[in-house]
């Protein structure tokens, strides 16, 4: 049974690093062709893709936040970690993790976490 | 970056209806196409990836068409839970687009 859930505070201040972790069970980021993504969602909003880690640990990111994320992972601990720095109150949103099935051949995500609002303000 | 367009953004109809929702990528994708149905609240739903293929458990009132850059989800015959959001997404190239939603209400 595989599960994901998004970990990580709700409140940041503007200008502070948001780390949010994905804690997952029911497969392995070791195995071929798995990868985690991150999505997030602003309140009454479309979904935004953010990233994805892959199980070689190759690295993407979204072209217009790129140089804010960073996505890594902790196969031990079967968990995946987002961070985004410089927080503004345009980043508040509920952020989404999921498993990516088959990635490396364009596989989709099957598998959701809950999400987890965060909220940016001072 | 791939756009993807989808149309309409929403969508008045009612139960029993057969409702059509476009979804336009900005190059080809072949049929790297999934379709999710998100309800308030709650986490996207994977409906149909990739492109035309019914996720298991989704009832078959749901279908989709589509490659290249054209695609269509339909639903047959509108049942109550069927009132959400939905949403297309590519996964031909990182990054991985979504489109802007639909939201699905009753009429």
């Known amino acids: 049974q595989v599960t994901l859930r998004e970990s990580g505070p709700a409140l940041v201040k503007p200008t502070q690093t948001l780390t949010l972790t994905c804690t997952f069970s029911?497969?392995?980021?070791?195995?071929?062709?798995?990868?985690v993504s991150w999505i997030r969602q602003p309140p009454g909003k479309a979904l935004e893709w953010l990233a994805r880690?892959?199980?070689?640990?190759?690295?993407y990111y979204s072209t217009s936040l790129k140089t804010r994320l960073s996505v890594s992972k902790d196969t031990s601990k079967n968990q995946v970690v987002l961070t985004m720095t410089n927080m503004d109150p345009v980043d508040t949103a509920t952020y989404f993790c999921a498993r990516v099935m088959g990635c490396g051949s364009r596989g989709t995500s099957d598998y959701w976490g809950q999400g987890t609002l965060v909220t940016v303000s001072s | 970056d791939i756009q993807m367009t989808q149309s309409p953004s929403s969508l008045s109809a009612s139960v029993g209806d057969r409702v059509t929702i476009t979804c336009r990528a900005s190059q080809s994708i072949s049929t790297y196409l999934t379709w999710y149905q998100q309800k308030p609240g709650k986490a996207p739903k994977l409906l149909i990836y990739?492109?035309?293929n019914l996720q298991s458990g989704v009832p078959s009132r749901f279908s989709g068409s589509g490659s290249g850059t054209d695609f269509t989800l339909t639903i047959s015959g509108l049942q109550p839970e069927d009132f959400a959001t939905y949403y297309c997404?590519?996964?031909?190239?990182?990054?991985?687009?979504f489109g802007q939603g639909t939201k699905l209400d009753i009429k």
């Open positions: 997404q590519q996964s031909y190239d990182t990054p991985y687009t």
């Open positions: 880690i892959d199980w070689d640990n190759d690295k």
């Open positions: 990739p492109a035309s």
């Open positions: 029911g497969f392995s980021l070791t195995t071929s062709g798995m990868c």
